[in-house]
């Protein structure tokens, strides 16, 4: 399969009449783990649901290409069936859905109405909650009703291996794991690596990684990506905090989330 592209130029977007992203240049291609680190406010999570078409959120300026097709004019189903995942940061309860009728839906929207193999489909969807520690009964439960912080997580990371995306948009999927649970997302994230999927991975944190271990780190700061680099960045994050960043690009209050 050719590498695919997501090519982001210039991205402003607001929220409520306040500018968050401020002009954001940024390619991922398929084969490739990019990290988006930043200090809280720097517009992260702003970034992953003006790419995934968030309601609340206006684009005014830039543009975002997959494979060369204007991505902002298609709708959220439409975005997701082009092959492009959004694991979220508080994921939502859906009472009502079972997580199996759920995720045979997205796999058949992901197929583009091709007919999918049942017996297949359930022994794959078993083979990743094995591979993200959750019992199998979770298969006939409501999307995420009741499930803890870090289930919800793990499911997040089922849903993105039973669908196969070709981009994967991981807003903090680390955060609120202990450390057993962070090694097993992240176990899950690497199953898929490959030359078919490209990731970016938004982070406050070190720890998650020292597991991935991204091809490229981008700071984010003040709506704006501001340092590109390799893993040097992580460690230099690590043992600075955002203060040199703070110093040398200024200390403004923050714009968002």
């Given at each position: 399969m050719p590498r695919r592209t997501l090519e982001?130029?210039?991205?402003?977007?607001?929220?409520?009449?306040?500018?968050?992203?401020?002009?954001?240049?940024?390619?991922?291609h398929t084969g490739q783990v990019h990290a988006l680190m930043g200090p809280n406010g720097s517009g992260k999570s702003t970034l992953a649901n003006v790419l995934m078409g968030h309601p609340s959120y206006t684009v005014t300026a830039g543009t975002v290409?997959?494979?060369?097709?204007?991505f902002l004019a298609l709708k959220t189903n439409e975005r997701a069936a082009k092959g492009v995942f959004l694991a979220f940061q508080y994921p939502v309860e859906v009472p009502g859905v079972t997580v199996g009728k759920f995720l045979k839906r997205a796999v058949e929207v992901r197929a583009a109405g091709a007919k999918t193999n049942v017996t297949v489909f359930i022994k794959e969807l078993r083979a990743n909650?094995?591979?993200?520690?959750?019992?199998?009964?979770?298969?006939?439960?409501?999307?995420?009703?009741?499930?803890?912080?870090?289930?919800?997580?793990?499911?997040?990371?089922?849903?993105?291996?039973?669908?196969?995306?070709?981009?994967?948009?991981?807003?903090e999927t680390d955060s609120g794991l202990d450390i057993d649970a962070l090694k097993i997302v992240a176990d899950g994230v690497n199953k898929l690596r490959g030359p078919d999927?490209?990731?970016?991975?938004?982070?406050?944190?070190?720890?998650?990684?020292?597991?991935?271990?991204?091809?490229?780190?981008?700071?984010?700061?003040?709506?704006?990506?501001?340092?590109?680099?390799?893993?040097?960045?992580?460690?230099?994050?690590?043992?600075?905090?955002?203060?040199?960043?703070?110093?040398?690009?200024?200390?403004?209050?923050?714009?968002?989330?």
């Open positions: 982001i130029r210039g991205l402003r977007a607001e929220t409520a009449g306040k500018e968050i992203l401020k002009g954001i240049d940024l390619d991922v290409r997959l494979d060369g097709e204007d909650m094995d591979t993200l520690g959750l019992a199998q009964d979770f298969i006939n439960r409501s999307l995420n009703a009741g499930f803890s912080g870090g289930e919800k997580k793990r499911m997040e990371v089922v849903q993105m291996l039973t669908i196969k995306p070709s981009f994967a948009i991981l807003d999927f490209g990731a970016l991975v938004i982070t406050h944190y070190q720890r998650i990684l020292n597991l991935l271990e991204p091809d490229v780190v981008h700071i984010l700061y003040q709506g704006r990506i501001v340092s590109t680099g390799g893993k040097e960045l992580v460690s230099q994050l690590e043992a600075n905090g955002y203060d040199w960043v703070k110093e040398r690009f200024g200390a403004e209050e923050p714009v968002g989330v």
